[in-house]
């Protein structure tokens, strides 16, 4: 019975450790799962990317740059809800703290893809790069999609 | 025999009175995602520019829903979060959706023109309109709102960034505003709120 609760906990972690290597990325404790960027039929118009950014390590991170080949400035960005009104302003970086995460959703963090080299259309992928202070770079694949 | 005909008869009776309680019970228990104004006060009449650079005004509308939003074509994280959201409300309203139009009002007239503005809302929806003016036209239909903006300048490639207020407000047929819907309630949460809203009117 022991040893069959062992092999049951064992797989868990070895399932576990499977998915965190099938997703979007991972690098030294830092992963990113769902990410996805908003279609941008006008290249004049700024784009932008969504993920969750996880941090399995015991210390913090911080993500400070990215960079795609779909756009020729990418930069941090956040919205904040001011007693309605929404106010949206460029950041140094976003915090990954340790054994946590940051979610980078409309009307929050996210990542901002300025100067389109094309246009963005749904059910394609494009990659992005992520720069993180401790991990260092992460390659990241972004389904862009209507959400 | 007559008795089993009773029986019958009193199965369908409280059949009946069941399916009754429970669609009362639900429309009873609606609770608005949105802010609702009640009782509902007359929408604001706003005048702007179309894309054809003629005057528009929102009076035009008058027998159908409107859904009146304001923001700027360079934002790139709410705008398009609401206007996706209210492209999905219409795909989820089905046939109810042909009597709902999206208006787009710009706050950002140094920079989105008539014909941008509509290019922009076009992407979202075929039948979205897309409004701008002159300053004075926009601050005059955002005050009729409450809807406050702002230009921000901050250290960014896409130059300044705009603050605004990014609400949905719900005007019905009869040109009553009911509802004020605050950013990030989802597109079934609208629904549930618009069809509530739709089958009041039809009673």
């Known amino acids: 019975m022991k040893i069959r609760r062992w092999t049951l906990f064992g797989s868990f ?34 784009g932008a990317a969504y993920m969750v950014i996880t941090n399995g390590g015991s210390t913090d991170d911080r993500l400070i740059s990215a960079t795609t080949e779909v756009a020729a400035t990418v930069e941090l960005h956040e919205t904040k809800n001011e007693g309605g009104m929404m106010a949206m302003a460029p950041v140094d970086g976003i915090m990954i703290p340790a054994n946590g995460q940051a979610d980078l959703e409309p009307g929050g963090y996210h990542i901002m893809l300025i100067d389109l080299t094309r246009a963005l259309k749904a059910g394609e992928t494009i990659t992005l790069v992520l720069t993180f202070e401790q991990a260092g770079e992460l390659q990241v694949t972004a389904e862009v999609r209507d959400e | 025999m007559r008795r089993h005909w009773w029986l019958g008869a009193l199965g369908i009776v409280v059949g009946v009175a069941l399916v009754a309680s429970v669609v009362w019970w639900r429309n009873a228990q609606h609770t608005f995602a949105g802010i609702i104004n009640n009782p509902p006060q007359a929408a604001p009449d706003i005048t702007l520019t179309d894309s054809d650079g003629q005057p528009w ?44 139009r999206v208006v787009f009002v710009s706050v950002d007239p140094e920079r989105d023109t ?15 309109i897309g409004l701008t003016g002159t300053p004075e036209a926009i601050a005059a239909a955002a005050a009729a709102y409450g809807v406050r903006y702002e230009v921000v300048k901050v250290d960014s490639a896409v130059g300044y960034l705009m603050s605004h207020t ?12 009911r509802l004020t819907i605050p950013f990030g309630v989802k597109p079934p949460e609208i629904v549930d709120d618009l069809q509530y809203l739709m089958n009041l009117e039809a009673q």
Not at chain 2, 166 to 177: G, L, N, T
């Open chain 1, 13 to 46: 972690v070895l399932g576990l450790w499977l998915v965190a290597c099938s997703s979007a990325g991972s690098t030294a404790g830092i992963a990113v799962t769902e990410a996805w960027a908003r279609p941008s039929p006008m290249v004049e118009r700024a």
């Open chain 2, 166 to 177: 990014a609400f949905v407000y719900v005007i019905d047929p009869q040109s009553q505003w």
């Open chain 2, 114 to 128: 008539a014909a941008l503005v509509q290019e922009y809302v076009s992407h979202f929806g075929d039948d979205f």
């Open chain 2, 57 to 100: 005004s929102l009076s035009n509308l008058r027998g159908q829903w409107v859904l009146l939003v304001y923001g700027y074509t360079s934002c790139p994280d709410v705008c398009p979060a609401t206007l996706s959201a209210l492209r999905r409300v219409k795909e989820q309203l089905g046939s109810q959706a042909e009597h709902v």
